[in-house]
């Protein structure tokens, strides 16, 4: 099978298509057949050498892809050949035309969402759900900022806050992200290229300040963040590109939390109930991934320039084949 290796870390370029072996399940794995995959700021940082995790050399890419079920191993409960599914992590990369995970990994993919949208969920859809419900605890009536709305954890956000009955305002940086913000059912959007957009906010939640903010870019907003914050408010740290400074007594003032996250660090427990209730919401169509980009795998290099600049809209995805 084909495959995108990875034999040193690096640029884009790094990554080159090559035919590798075909994947064989163990106990308790699946081999899917890929035909979507996810591309995800993460997979950058991983390939750059420059994350917390570096995999032995040489490597498959991708933590996300969707597609069906090839071949399962002993001790594998619910799946069986020919079931579509999507991947939320993988043993041995996506970005390829068969990927290997642990059954735990492999969730069905219903009927309503197609293959592209599946290979949306694993890291954007678990990571948005994670932030709003397991780290702010948000609640339906309260007042959420997502700040970066236009990507692949934004959109799912939006998506995923609405149905729930929060009140939405959403940032993206083009006039297109700003349109589909709004289309996706964002309350309001304002634009956080524009040096006065944060002023609206008293207005939009008349006086209340904002329940709670997912973040996307902390190392920019952070410190303007919690001065848009309500009493009891929470920010939830998802993106970071470098440091910046805060004062802490605007926290003091309204006891407000500053709260980090990982999905890598999410335990078993929660990832079932956070994946349960996306397959909820992808049966009901209450979330419905965006699809930005799709292209080729060979074009990986160029996918993961484009993840990394500015103007998002939705998902990147890459078709094996
Ligand atoms: P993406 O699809 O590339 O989207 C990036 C988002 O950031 C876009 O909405 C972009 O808006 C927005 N952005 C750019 N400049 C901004 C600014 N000044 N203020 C607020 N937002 C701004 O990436 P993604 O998949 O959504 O991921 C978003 C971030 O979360 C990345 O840094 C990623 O590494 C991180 N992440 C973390 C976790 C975790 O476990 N902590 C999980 C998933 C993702 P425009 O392009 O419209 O300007």
């Not at 790094?14 to 081999?31: F, K, N, R, S, T």
């Not at 169509?285 to 320039?305: C, F, K, N, S």
Request: proline share 6%; aromatic share 4%; net charge negative.
């Amino acid at each position: 099978m084909r495959a995108i290796r990875v034999n040193e870390f690096g640029d884009p370029q790094v990554m080159v298509l090559e035919d590798i072996a075909d994947l064989h399940p163990g106990p308790g794995q699946v081999v899917v057949r890929v035909k979507a995959i996810g591309v995800n700021p993460v997979d950058t940082y991983i390939r750059s050498g420059t994350f917390g995790i570096k995999p032995p050399l040489p490597y498959t890419p991708g933590l996300d892809a969707a597609g069906v079920v090839e071949k399962i191993g002993e001790e594998v409960g619910h799946l069986r050949p020919g079931n579509r599914v999507y991947v939320a992590g993988s043993l041995s990369g996506t970005y390829a035309e068969q990927t290997l995970c642990e059954e735990s990994q492999v969730h069905p993919l219903p009927e309503e969402a197609s293959f592209a949208q599946g290979a949306a969920m694993g890291v954007p859809y678990a990571t948005a759900y994670f932030a709003l419900w397991l780290r702010a605890r948000a609640r339906p009536g309260e007042f959420v900022l997502i700040h970066g709305a236009s990507g692949g954890v934004g959109t799912a956000a939006v998506q995923i806050a609405k149905a729930a009955g929060m009140h939405v305002i959403g940032t993206a940086g083009t006039a297109e992200g700003r349109k589909l913000v709004k289309e996706l059912g964002a309350h309001e959007v304002l634009d956080h290229g524009d040096p006065d957009y944060l002023g609206e906010i008293p207005r939009l939640t008349c006086d209340h300040g904002i329940d709670v903010i997912l973040e996307m870019l902390a190392n920019v907003n952070l410190a303007k963040d919690l001065d848009l914050l309500a009493m009891r408010g929470r920010v939830v740290v998802i993106g970071n590109h470098d440091t910046i400074e805060i004062d802490p007594r605007a926290a003091m003032r309204r006891n407000i939390a500053i709260l980090g996250m990982l999905l890598f660090n999410a335990q078993a427990d929660e990832l079932r109930e956070v994946h349960a209730a996306l397959r909820a919401g992808l049966e009901n169509r209450t979330l419905v991934p965006v699809i930005g980009r799709e292209m080729p795998i060979a074009d990986a290099p160029q996918a993961h320039d484009a993840v990394m600049a500015q103007g998002a809209y939705g998902k990147i995805i890459l078709v094996p084949g």
